[in-house]
Nanobody
Framework: QSQLVESGGGLVQPGGSLRLSCAGS????????VGWFRQAPGKEREGLSC????????KYADSVKGRFTIGKDYANTTVYLQIDSLKPEDTGVYFC???????????????????WGRGTQVTVSS
């Protein structure tokens, strides 16, 4: 099974920014559809954003449009999630997931991906 590794989480004040990264261990995430998900305490895992293999197609949940940006970092062969104007309700564990079967425009925000990382904690608090 492929392994994904998230990084970039931490404690940040409201209004701040973070950039999360998703890397593959022993493979390149650039060859997959990649999605980002969040699980807040006591809540179900929520699909936030996805990006196609080519990088030409992206998709966002309505709750994060305008504040979250997904992209590919070709220099580091990672997929990032830039989060701006952080709010306390953005607190949670952020996961990246990869799929060869999905399309981002189709099921990209649904949790049926084949491979998942262990997550990185984001806490937004003053």
């Amino acid at each position: 099974q492929s392994q994904l590794v998230e990084s970039g989480g931490g404690l940040v004040q409201p209004g701040g920014s973070l950039r999360l990264s998703c890397a593959g261990s022993g493979f390149s995430v650039m060859d997959y559809v990649v999605g980002w998900f969040r699980q807040a305490p006591g809540k179900e895992r929520e699909g936030l954003s996805c990006i196609s293999r080519s990088g030409d197609t992206t998709k966002y949940a309505d709750s994060v449009k305008g504040r979250f940006t997904i992209g590919k970092d070709y220099a580091n062969t990672t997929v990032y999630l830039q989060i701006d104007s952080l709010k306390p309700e953005d607190t949670g564990v952020y996961f990246c997931a990869a799929s060869r079967a999905f399309t981002c425009s189709g099921h990209g925000l649904q949790p049926g991906y084949e491979d998942w990382g262990r997550g990185t904690q984001v806490t937004v608090s003053s």
